[in-house]
């Protein structure tokens, strides 16, 4: 099953079930991810650690003062999530040294 938000300019989609595997695995949720991508220094690259069937992306932002990773994919104009995690140091330090 999968679920879809619309929010005022961007629009996002997950499976249920990897909604639920992630807020166990990380303790974050989904609709979360629009602050990331909110994040007017939100920083985003494509996943290249390993070769996928589509371009993963991901992004780097703030969401309550915490710097989240989200890595999602585009489906024409909809961001579909894959996951939400809190970043490691590197890619923390990576964020605020960019910023």
């Known amino acids: 099953m999968y679920n879809r938000i619309v929010s005022d300019a961007i ?4 499976d249920e ?8 695995k990380h303790g974050l949720d989904f609709p979360l991810a629009e602050y990331v991508l909110s994040d007017p220094k ?10 996928y069937k589509e371009i993963r992306h991901l992004a780097y932002g703030l969401c309550f003062g915490d710097v989240l990773c989200l890595c ?5 104009d909809v961001y579909r999530i894959i996951s939400l995690r ?12 960019n910023n």
Do not use: G, L, P
């Not at 629009?11 to 997950?14: A, C, L, N, P, T």
């Not at 079930?17 to 166990?24: H, P, Q, T």
């Not at 999602?72 to 024409?76: E, N």
């Not at 809190?86 to 040294?97: L, M």
């Open 72 to 76: 999602y994919t585009m489906r024409q």
């Open 42 to 51: 939100v920083a985003t690259h494509i996943d290249n650690r390993k070769e």
């Open 11 to 14: 629009k996002f989609e997950w």
């Open 17 to 24: 079930n990897k909604r639920a595997e992630n807020v166990r």
């Open 86 to 97: 809190y970043t490691h140091d590197k890619e923390r330090s990576k964020y605020y040294d």
